[in-house]
């Protein structure tokens, strides 16, 4: 996604000139989708390829664990960078790239796109506008369909120490939306939740296994970047989600209180029938409700290839103000998009390289990316101990 935004979408501001990969055979083939080659360069040798390249910004997508080595090592090398979320998965990493960033001077970006919803700036619109008055209380609920909820478990994903869990991975992007719509900090998070459906302990094993097979064969593209790559560093993009070594958990629940003093009850279900997620913000004025069926990740094809498939599901977004003293409405939402996070991807990128200006600073900063991080880190932290955890304890 990022190579194509840099050498299509925004050639005319942005030039991608190195990659840097732990697996040639990745940048090969990835060298071969482009027009123009560019060098390549180990992973182990980022600071000589951000030098000799003259590189302005490094762009992150590597796996959740490697994060601060490479952000610290741009900063440090005079480069802005774009990281994926999240920034890194532990409080000590986090604090090196807080620490980088203010002793270079330069700046980290992190790219949760989300923020870049079109619906998810009309309710940021709302809220920030004063439309269901002081907010109180949040519940967020977000299910992530067993084709989509699966990649998560046959992946490197399903080892936290690579990860964070999904409460750091997948959540990130949630907490932070909380933290944007809200213009609040959390303060403290209490968390309960288990691996109920994958791993060799899971009660889905009752399921078809091939149900959660892909067909990486099958996808030219699949079959490049994964099989062909294989025999170079032994990674497997298809693990067996019932398999022994599944250190994260797939049913999680979450309760934040914020700085403002409101408060959020939030839950992830990685085994659901249907992909989507339900929010109900309630106020001083009334309540905010908005549910969305996503289909951008259940269709086969999309984000898990799966030999067993089934229909998509058409998607759908309400957005429902319920005031106090008279009727209901129905807020007018755009068009919907469905390539790309509903259109977001494209929309963040334009604004992290081409330069688009940002007036409702969707833009997430280092520190915006801390927060997101602190809450899911807290939840880890209170997985283990049972109890609640104060944020700052986390730092």
């Not at 109180?136 to 299910?143: A, D, N, T």
């Not at 309960?192 to 091939?210: E, N």
């Not at 094809?301 to 106090?324: D, N, W, Y």
Request: proline share 5%; with cysteine; glycine share 10%.
């Amino acid at each position: 996604m990022f190579i194509r935004a840099v050498t299509d979408d925004h050639a005319d501001t942005a030039e991608l000139v190195a990659l840097a990969d732990t697996n040639q055979s990745r940048m090969d083939t990835h060298n071969g989708w482009l027009s123009a080659p560019v060098p390549t360069y180990q992973a182990a040798e980022l600071a000589t390829m951000l030098a000799k390249q003259r590189v302005d910004e490094l762009i992150v997508t590597s796996v959740d664990s490697t994060h601060a080595g490479h952000i610290v090592t741009a900063l440090e090398a005079g480069c802005d960078v774009i990281t994926e979320k999240p920034m890194t998965v532990d409080a000590p990493s986090c604090e090196r790239i807080l620490e980088a960033t203010e002793r270079t001077g330069h700046r980290v970006q992190v790219a949760f796109n989300y923020r870049f919803n079109p619906v998810h700036e009309v309710v940021r619109t709302l809220l920030a506008g004063g439309e269901i008055g002081e907010i109180g209380s949040v519940h967020f609920e977000w299910l992530l369909d067993v084709r989509h909820g699966a990649d998560y478990f046959r992946r490197w994903h399903r080892d936290k120490a690579n990860s964070g869990g999904l409460l750091v991975h997948k959540s990130g992007h949630h907490f932070d939306l909380v933290n944007w719509w809200l213009g609040a900090a959390p303060a403290e998070v209490y968390a309960s939740g288990r691996l109920f459906f994958y791993g060799d302990q899971g009660r889905g094993r009752g399921q078809a296994d091939d149900r959660f097979a892909l067909d990486l064969a099958a996808d030219p593209r699949l079959k490049a970047l994964y099989l062909d790559a294989a025999a170079e560093d032994g990674y497997h993009r298809d693990q067996d989600v019932f398999a022994p070594g599944v250190t994260i958990e797939d049913d999680l629940a979450v309760l934040v209180r914020y700085d403002t003093g409101a408060t959020m009850s939030y839950h992830l279900t990685a085994y659901a029938p249907w992909e989507g997620y339900r929010l109900m913000v309630n106020g001083s004025k009334g309540r905010l409700e908005l549910e969305v069926v996503e289909s951008d990740h259940v269709s086969p094809g999309a984000a898990g290839m799966v030999k067993q498939g089934a229909s998509p599901e058409a998607g759908s977004v309400t957005l429902t103000i319920r005031p106090f003293w008279s009727p209901p409405y129905a807020v007018e939402l755009p068009p919907a998009d469905r390539e790309g996070h509903g259109g977001a991807d494209k929309r963040m990128t334009a604004v992290l390289l081409g330069g688009e200006t940002d007036p409702m600073r969707r833009s997430a900063t280092a520190r915006d990316g801390m927060l997101a991080l602190l809450t899911g880190l807290a939840a880890n932290e209170s997985l283990s101990t049972g109890r609640p955890v104060r944020v700052k304890e986390t730092r």
